[in-house]
């Protein structure tokens, strides 16, 4: 998912519930991984420190 920032920046919730739709999975638990990776990967990555922060739980 960190491979579409453009994507990821336009919509952050929208991706993550999208992507947990196409895969079958729990969009919640999607969402919290989806945020803490892009804290992790802030540091290297500044602008997903705003995608981070609309996924905060």
Do not use: K
């Amino acid at each position: 998912m960190l491979n579409f920032p453009s994507r990821l920046a336009t919509d952050p919730l929208g991706f993550a519930h999208r992507m947990a739709g196409l895969l079958g999975l729990d969009p919640e638990r999607v969402r919290l991984w989806l945020f803490a990776r892009c804290v992790q990967e802030a540091v290297y990555v500044p602008n997903l420190r705003t995608a981070a922060i609309q996924l905060a739980p």
